[in-house]
């Protein structure tokens, strides 16, 4: 008998020594309290209790977390209701503030990001609120950072997630962007048309200059061709003049001469009637003579 109560009193020592050995995790803090007030923190290890005396009053995650909230009602500068719903990324850095700031920590912290929320969309405008997403996370974060310090919370990071306007200023935004887009649109056809006139009259300009460069071109061969017309004609006169006066005409006799063959060009059929001066017919006389004397 005397060896079985040692035996059971064995293993009554080794069951409560078993049951009071704890393993803390990784990555997790464990509050002790010792008879009701706080005794200890326990990190990553193997740790013993007192039994009965020591209690577990809280297991910590040193991890970063994540709270989701709702969406909370705010109103803007312009009097604009709409609803916000953001993302708190915190951790816990002293487990026994944690354990002991605030009754619940998170209740607390979406409470705190509900009306800092509210304060900060009260100085935007409507507008300012749609495109300030980046603003209004900095400034939230550091608001919350400094507020949760004494509930050993540290907030690293905030993010807006849906910014949520009225019906029936969504319907007005949604109107706005489209008249905005067929503007652009309109824009950009305007714009086409204009540089397919500039280049129409450009083209334009490029032929007219290209045809009145032809037209210039075939103007001067034109008189080109001309004056030399003239000058053979005029060497043609200078050699007959020349073979007059070989033949031993005067001057006067061939100015004679050159007066007929103007005379006869001025009839050329055209006249029905053709008065002859009597110097005429001396000087046709004249070339007659000469015409034989030539042969």
């Known amino acids: 008998m005397d060896y079985a109560v040692y035996i059971i009193i064995a293993v009554l020592l080794l069951w409560i020594i078993g049951a009071n050995i704890r393993i803390v995790p990784q990555t997790q803090a464990y ?20 039994p009965i005396i020591d209690k577990v009053v809280k297991r910590c995650s040193m991890k970063e ?72 996370n900095s400034k939230m974060q550091t608001i919350l950072d400094v507020a949760t310090d004494p509930w050993g919370v540290k907030v690293g990071r905030v993010e807006v997630k849906n910014i949520m306007p009225p019906d029936a200023i969504r319907e007005s935004m949604e109107k706005q962007m489209k008249a905005e887009r067929e503007r652009r649109e309109q824009i950009l056809i305007a714009e086409g048309e204009k540089k397919a006139a500039i280049l129409r009259a450009e083209g334009e300009k490029e032929s007219a200059v290209l045809r009145a460069e032809a037209q210039k071109i075939e103007l001067i061969k034109e008189a080109e061709g001309h004056s030399e017309s003239i000058r053979l004609h005029k060497e043609a006169d200078a050699v007959g003049i020349k073979y007059l006066m070989d033949t031993g005409l005067n001057a006067e006799q061939i100015i004679q001469i050159k007066s007929l063959e103007a005379f006869t060009k001025a009839a050329d059929g055209q006249a029905t009637k053709i008065i002859i001066p009597s110097e005429i017919q001396g000087i046709a006389g004249l070339a007659k003579g000469v015409l034989e004397a030539s042969k």
């Open 31 to 50: 509050i002790i309290e010792r008879l009701g007030r706080y005794c200890n923190t326990w990190g990553a290890g193997i740790h013993i209790k007192m």
């Open 65 to 136: 977390q994540i709270a989701d909230f709702p969406p909370q009602p705010v109103i803007t500068k312009d009097n604009v209701t709409m609803k916000i719903d953001t993302v708190v990324f915190y951790r816990i850095f002293d487990p026994k503030l944690f354990a002991y700031g605030v009754e619940d920590p998170i209740l607390a912290l979406n409470n705190l990001t509900a009306t800092t929320l509210r304060n900060i969309i009260g100085e935007l405008e409507l507008d300012e609120t749609l495109t300030s997403r980046e603003i209004i």
